[in-house]
């Protein structure tokens, strides 16, 4: 693992690098999983993408919601964003992962591990007891992340479909956050 990692709050100029990561790493990581036509057609949504990062940055404290992103050489290379569940906003003992993602060339590097930790301390930290994150039923390679770092699916599964593509996913359950949790 990298110990050099640098992690940080996101900013609203961040938002144009953040899209970039998420369309990129789609693009990559469900390869084979999702159909082609569509994962090419995520370049033509960087700007609307960009436009939804700089409001998701700008309300985030508003809505009780984190987005830290890591680093290499000043370039956003992955982010992650987590607050309270979406499933059960006004319970306040559940928070949630929403996305966590990073540049395919970052890959197997540290930088996933760290930002997930920075994750978990951090909704322990705001209170949370426990938490969950959504994940596409056939993406192997984060369902085993998610369970080397102790999470287990809980049995919940949902279907979400953007324009023609349907997404089958499962979710996933953390044990007991606790502040003082090391890292995974």
């Known amino acids: 693992m990298n ?3 640098k992690l940080r709050t996101a900013e609203g100029r961040d938002a144009a690098a953040i899209a970039r990561v998420h369309v990129r790493t ?43 992103v890591a680093v290499d050489d000043e ?12 499933e059960h906003p006004h ?14 060339s970052h890959w197997d590097r540290g930088y996933g591990r760290a930002l997930f930790t920075a994750a978990q301390r951090g909704l322990a930290a705001a209170g949370f007891e426990t938490a969950t994150l959504w994940v596409l ?8 992340f998610y369970e080397l770092a102790g ?6 599964t949902k279907t979400d479909r953007r324009r023609s593509v349907v997404l089958h996913e499962v979710r996933y359950r953390s044990q007991p956050l606790q502040t003082g949790t090391p890292a995974p």
């Open 26 to 68: 789609w693009q990559a990581a469900y390869r084979g999983l999702l159909p082609d036509s569509y994962l090419r057609s995520l370049d033509a949504e960087l700007d609307e993408r960009t436009a939804r990062w700089e409001g998701f940055i700008d309300a985030a404290a508003a809505r009780r919601q984190t987005q830290i």
């Open 137 to 144: 039923a056939t993406n192997g390679r984060a369902r085993r």
């Open 151 to 156: 999470w287990t699916v809980d049995g919940a």
């Open 75 to 86: 370039q956003v290379v992955g982010f992650v964003t987590f607050g309270p569940s979406d």
């Open 91 to 104: 319970d306040g003992r559940s928070g949630e992962v929403y996305a966590i993602y990073v540049q395919p």
């Open 3 to 5: 110990v050099s990692i």
